[in-house]
Nanobody
Framework: QVQLVESGGALVQPGGSLRLSCVASGFTFSTYAMSWYRQAPGKERELVAA????????NYADSVKARFTISRDNFKNTVYLQMNSLKPEDTAVYYC???????????WGQGTQVTVSS
């Protein structure tokens, strides 16, 4: 059974930091690209950051570059999103996604709420 379980969401003040985690099970994690998306109320889900299966190569939305860092640990089947200098506009539900373009598979987590407010 495939599972992606996010955690780490919280209420944080502007300028603060959070680290999100997404633990995967039920598939070969090291063969999947991993990404973080977010969806704010009334807005479409958007890509935040992505990392290739082996790690190393990453890409980010312009709005989070130099503030967020995506990383992965293929031994722990976990992908992380370190979020620094948080802004109110970062408020959203954050989702992790696993994708294998070769096989045409993708899986989503249930999401974790991040709220940035004073």
């Amino acid at each position: 059974q495939v599972q992606l379980v996010e955690s780490g969401g919280a209420l944080v003040q502007p300028g603060g930091s959070l680290r999100l985690s997404c633990v995967a099970s039920g598939f070969t994690f090291s063969t999947y690209a991993m990404s973080w998306y977010r969806q704010a109320p009334g807005k479409e889900r958007e890509l935040v950051a992505a990392i290739i299966p082996a790690g190393g190569n990453t890409n980010y939305a312009d709005s989070v570059k130099a503030r967020f860092t995506i990383s992965r640990d293929n031994f722990k089947n976990t992908v992380y999103l370190q979020m620094n200098s948080l802004k109110p506009e970062d408020t959203a539900v954050y989702y992790c996604k696993a994708s294998n373009a070769f096989r045409g598979y993708e899986y989503w987590g249930q999401g974790t709420q991040v709220t940035v407010s004073s």
